[in-house]
Each structure stands twice: as C-alpha cells, then as structure tokens.
C-alpha cells in the first residue's frame, strides 16, 4: 500500500470548471505538498502545507491533520492548468510521494 | 527554472554500459535528494545527502547504483551494467537550509536502456 493517496487519477474538464484533487495519507507527516508537473519532466511546487489552507491565485490547498488528507482546488480552470498534480508529505527525512492526478481542461 | 540543474537530459544507452547523471543544486541548498519515476507513477525516493554525507539510501538502489556529492556542492548518480528495468526518469532535488521542507526540483535526466 503506498503512503499516499491520489484521487482521481485522471480528470477532465471543461474551461471554466471548478477542479478537486484529493489525497489522502498514512503516515505521520511534518509538512504535506502539492506539486505541478509538466510533459517533459519539470515539476514546480505549488503549496505547501502543515496546517488549514493556503492560496494562491485560482489555486487553494487545504488539509485536515486529524483526518490525514488534503484537497487541491482549481477554480475557473483553464487549458495552461493541464499537467499532472502530485500529493508529496514529508515524514521523518523523506519524502513519499503520490502517484499524481493527470489533469486536462478543454477549451 | 528552479535554479537545479541537471545533465544530460537525455541519455539513450545500451543494455550493460555504465550511465553517469549531474546534479548541480541551488548554491545554498544542504540537501540534495535523487528520486525515479516511471511513466504514470509519482518520484520514487532513492537517497539524499546532507551536505556531503549520504544520510540514507533506498531499498529501491541495487548494488548497481552508486551516488556521491564529493564537495557537498553538485552530485553525481552512476549506474552500472544497465539494465532495460532502470529505464526511467531521474530527478534531482534540493532544499534550503533553513527551509527543510521545500523541494526545488531540477527537470530530470530521462534514461532509456536499450
């Protein structure tokens, strides 16, 4: 069983969309992240979290510590907003990352 | 750009050759992890130096793997007698100091085995 949970694994959307990606962990973390890959191998962090929510633009990141999850939001989404999404949570001196949400948004 | 660099970005090599990767970190990052992924799956933890000390190592990285960070500055990760199984794309990552918690990763080395 991996450490961390991605829901869903691919998702489709419309221009405009409001967009959810959850992910779910168990084990004890420090810190949870939501990172941004693109085709070709680059990948950005957006957040990250240890506690309640954060935002930033169109993008809001939550996470439940006694629940062991968190949600990705996208509102008004946007085709640029096409990439994989990956849940990552440090615990102890490593990192355990999700297998990622392939998200594309059609004009 | 993250400001981690690393070389080649691709590398396409026979069955049983030796392939030898770079990373050059952002200058004041202590931390330097190198993770794989493979198609449709998440980075995949295989070790990570604090400064030059390589502090813990994957069960994933065989005795064919071998990484240094000589100087605690770049790293390198070398694979022996290549098989096609390590095909996959190798990131690098690193950390800030004071900012454990926040990876910048480099755009990874894509390595296919043929």
């Known amino acids: 069983k991996n450490e961390v949970e991605q829901s869903p694994q691919n998702l489709t959307a419309q221009e405009g969309e409001f967009i959810t990606i959850n992910c779910s962990y168990s084990?004890?973390?420090?810190?949870l992240h939501w990172l941004q890959q693109h085709p070709g191998g680059g990948i950005v962090s957006l957040f990250m979290l240890s506690s309640g929510k954060k935002k930033h633009g169109r993008l809001i990141a939550t996470i439940n510590i006694q629940e062991k999850h968190s949600s990705l939001h996208i509102t008004a989404s946007h085709p640029r907003d096409s990439a994989v999404y990956i849940c990552?949570?440090?615990?102890?001196?490593?990192?355990?990352f999700g297998t990622g949400t392939s998200l594309t948004v059609i004009p | 750009d993250t400001g981690v660099s690393q070389d080649p970005r691709h590398k396409i090599t026979k069955r049983g050759q030796n392939v030898t990767f770079r990373c050059d970190p952002i200058?004041?990052?202590?931390?330097l992890y190198w993770y794989r992924q493979t198609l449709g799956q998440g980075p995949e933890f295989l070790t990570y130096f604090q400064n030059e000390a390589q502090l813990e190592k994957s069960r994933l990285l065989s005795d064919r793997f071998s990484a240094e960070r000589p100087k605690g500055s770049f790293s390198t990760l070398e694979i022996q007698r290549t098989e096609q199984g390590d095909s996959a794309m190798y990131l690098c990552a690193s950390s800030f100091p004071w900012d454990n918690e926040k990876l910048f990763f480099g755009s990874g080395t894509q390595l296919s085995v043929l």
């Open positions: 990552a949570v440090r615990s102890s001196n490593q990192f355990y």
């Open positions: 084990v004890g973390i420090s810190a």
């Open positions: 200058s004041e990052h202590n931390r």
